[in-house]
Structure formats: structure tokens, C-alpha cells
């Protein structure tokens, strides 16, 4: 069993950064694959980003590659989406989720957090 929290979302300017963080409860966080997802408003939700068990690989939706970044820290079990450049389409809420194997699909995933809100203002 593991538990999700989410943290660090808010209210920022086009052009600016945020940081996510997401704190794991539990001794088995390192076994898992940690992904971050998005929800806008009247949107189906979306896969962002999933880093492997030790960090080793990553991998990104197009839409985010290159202003986003993926990271863990297995000593804290927490994970972590540093957020740059960030636009008004990148306004939703933000979700952790752990699955045992890197993937693309919610189905995969088998523990949610309560999603973190972030607003992007033009």
C-alpha cells in the first residue's frame, strides 16, 4: 500500500516555474514507477511524465519535453516535477500515481495522490 501526497502547485505568470513534489508513504516506494498526470477543467486526464524505479530513465509527453523535468529521491520517497516555461495550457491539476512497470496509461498505475492545482495566468 501506498499513499500519494501532492504539493507546490499555485498561481504563476506564463514564462514561470514551479516545482511539484510528491511524498510517498510507505516502505516499497523505490520498487515503483512514479508518474505525473494532468487534468484541465472538462478534460480527460492526461499523461505528463514517469521516471523508473531508480531514476535511470525517464520519459515525457511532447507536449511537455524540454520544460519539464522528471526526478526522485528514493531516500525521502519523494518525487518531483520541476515545471519551466510553463504556458496557460499547462493550467489543471497535477496527479502522482505509482505502477509497477513505466507507462504512458492511467490503467497502469495503481496508487493516486489528491492532485495539486496549477494555474498558469497569460
Known amino acids: 500500500q501506498v499513499q500519494l501526497v501532492e504539493s507546490g502547485g499555485g498561481l504563476v505568470q506564463a514564462g514561470g516555474s514551479l516545482r511539484l513534489s510528491c511524498a510517498a508513504s510507505?516502505?516499497?516506494?523505490?520498487?515503483?514507477?512514479m508518474g505525473w498526470f494532468r487534468q484541465a477543467l472538462g478534460k480527460e486526464r492526461e499523461f505528463v511524465a514517469w521516471?523508473?524505479?531508480?531514476?535511470?530513465?525517464?520519459y515525457y509527453a511532447d507536449s511537455v519535453k524540454g520544460r519539464f523535468t522528471i526526478s526522485r529521491d528514493n531516500a525521502k520517497n519523494t518525487v518531483y516535477l520541476q515545471m519551466n516555461s510553463l504556458r496557460p495550457e499547462d493550467t489543471a491539476v497535477y496527479y502522482c500515481a505509482a505502477g509497477p512497470a513505466p507507462s504512458t496509461t492511467l490503467s497502469a498505475y495503481d496508487y493516486w495522490g489528491q492532485g495539486t492545482q496549477v494555474t498558469v495566468s497569460s
Open positions: 521516471i523508473s524505479w531508480n531514476g535511470g530513465r525517464t
Open positions: 510507505g516502505r516499497t516506494f523505490s520498487r515503483y514507477t
